[in-house]
């Protein structure tokens, strides 16, 4: 099982719904978590970031995390046509140096005008 | 603002051939993550450097070695390329190993 499970999608939704994108966990050390975008051949874009749990807000977008449940999600209002891409949860230890991010799958969103 | 520059953005080598790839990190990062993205995967770590010190290693083959410089880019060598090495490899930096991180466009290795 991986430490990172995430629907892979693909989820479709029609333009200027609310679109809920989720991530579970099973390493109870992770503190930070992250949200990326992804386009097609393109980097990872780092939407979202927050430090163990609770809410945090950035425009149309919504983290949510929730330790207890070890599950995070990700909200997007108003959704766009160019919301379309593929969305990475992404989380890690709080250790000192370069620790490594782990990822969940990517959940594939398409935005139809 | 400046973003994580890699090159080359796309290379084609043959099996048993050699690869470099290069990263440079946004300025006063000191951390420099390598990762490698199959098609429909999700990005799996290979190997991280903070302060030009190797950090932490992942899913890494022993053909591959990396390192980072005195000017904070770093390296990522690949020998006797297989066909499953092609992929999309990118790099990530972050300010003192504790934010998120940055990606770069990515290089994408074709290994024919």
């Known amino acids: 099982q991986k430490e990172v499970e995430q629907d892979p999608g693909p989820l479709s939704v029609p333009e200027g719904a609310i679109v809920s994108l989720n991530c579970t966990y099973s390493?109870?050390?992770?503190?930070?978590f992250m949200w990326y975008r992804q386009y097609s051949r393109k980097g990872p874009e780092l939407l979202m970031y927050?430090?163990?749990?609770g809410n945090k807000e950035d425009g149309r977008f919504t983290a949510q995390v929730d330790k207890s449940s070890k599950y995070i999600s990700l909200f997007i209002r108003d959704s766009q046509p160019s919301d379309s891409a593929t969305y990475l949860c992404?989380?890690?230890?709080?250790?000192?140096?370069?620790?490594?991010?782990?990822f969940g799958q990517g959940t594939r969103l398409t935005i139809n005008p | 603002a400046a973003g994580v520059i890699q090159s080359p953005r796309h290379l084609i080598k043959e099996k048993r051939e050699t690869a470099t790839l290069k990263c440079y990190p946004i300025?006063?990062?000191?951390?420099v993550y390598w990762y490698q993205q199959g098609p429909g995967q999700d990005p799996q770590f290979l190997i991280s450097?903070?302060?030009?010190?190797?950090?932490d290693k992942g899913s890494i083959p022993d053909r591959f070695s990396a390192q980072q410089f005195s000017d904070y880019h770093s390296e990522l060598n690949m020998s006797s390329l297989e066909l499953g090495d092609s992929a999309l490899y990118f790099c990530?930096?972050?300010?003192?190993?504790?934010?998120?991180?940055?990606f770069g466009s990515g290089t994408r290795l074709t290994v024919v």
């Open positions: 990530a930096s972050s300010p003192q190993a504790l934010y998120g991180y940055t």
């Open positions: 390493n109870s050390a992770f503190q930070y």
């Open positions: 927050t430090y163990s749990s």
């Open positions: 992404a989380m890690r230890e709080p250790h000192q140096g370069a620790q490594k991010l782990v």
């Open positions: 300025p006063r990062h000191d951390t």
């Open positions: 450097f903070y302060e030009k010190m190797q950090s």
